[in-house]
């Protein structure tokens, strides 16, 4: 494997509730493919951590390393193992990482509680389904215990009234040198730094535009 200069996850784990189902968020993955393929198009050596189903070919076809995942367990695998091969890179952390782990799934049929269902498979005909969460671990709290000592980009994705506060709060707890900011409508594009000052932008295009500079800049 090859060290990057710069680390990105995209996408979003699959959270498995039977051998067969999982849940999920609802991302294309875009924002971290568009910025894998800026930075590589501007000579950094890139790697990309991605659900495999993201359109990975033309990624690679660009010199871009692909490290796919499925789950969380899997992505965070994957985190440690770029950061122990490169702690110093500049880490892009855009994948929508589940906030919960399952905790339990169970289910009622003919009056009686079914758990820990023994074909792996969840039965259909069932009057109830219960899917039981637990909070997990926030990945982006462990990067510095797995060993990253480079620049840190963070996401925020929330409303647009509390999206900023969040974003400078975000920045301040992890010490992350820029989150990107943006609302679930679309009307709020941001930079946040560790000083508390906000960049904000016209459009998506223009905001990832100006991240690409700030990393490229960091080299």
């Known amino acids: 494997m090859s060290k990057?200069?710069?680390i990105i996850h995209s996408g979003a784990p699959r959270l498995a509730v039977d051998a067969l189902r999982y849940l999920s968020v609802r991302t294309s993955g875009a924002t971290g493919r568009k910025l894998a393929r800026a930075l590589a198009n501007r000579g950094l050596?890139?790697?990309?951590?991605?659900?495999?189903?993201?359109?990975?070919?033309?990624?690679?076809?660009?010199?871009?390393?692909?490290?796919?995942?499925e789950s969380r367990e899997d992505l965070?695998?994957?985190v440690r193992e770029s950061l122990a091969l490169a702690p110093a890179a500049t880490l892009i952390a855009t994948a929508a990482i589940n906030d919960y782990a399952v905790q339990q799934v169970s289910g009622a049929a003919s009056g009686e509680t079914i758990r820990n269902f023994d074909s792996g498979k969840i039965p259909s005909g069932l009057s109830r389904l219960l899917i039981e969460?637990?909070?997990?671990?926030?990945?982006?709290?462990?990067?510095?215990?797995?060993?990253?000592v480079g620049p840190l980009v963070a996401c925020k994705y929330e409303a647009a009234g509390s999206v900023i506060a969040s974003a400078k709060a975000l920045c301040q707890r992890v010490q992350a040198r820029l989150v990107l900011a943006n609302s679930l409508c679309a009307t709020?594009?941001?930079?946040?730094?560790?000083?508390?000052?906000?960049?904000?932008?016209?459009?998506?295009?223009?905001?990832?535009s100006a991240l690409v500079e700030r990393v490229i800049g960091w080299q």
């Open 45 to 69: 050596g890139v790697r990309l951590i991605a659900n495999p189903s993201l359109e990975l070919d033309a990624m690679i076809a660009l010199g871009i390393e692909v490290v796919p995942y």
């Open 76 to 78: 965070d695998r994957a």
């Open 133 to 148: 969460l637990r909070p997990a671990p926030k990945q982006i709290d462990c990067l510095a215990e797995w060993g990253h």
């Open 4 to 6: 990057p200069q710069v």
């Open 188 to 208: 709020v594009q941001a930079l946040v730094d560790l000083r508390g000052q906000v960049e904000t932008f016209a459009s998506r295009e223009d905001v990832l």
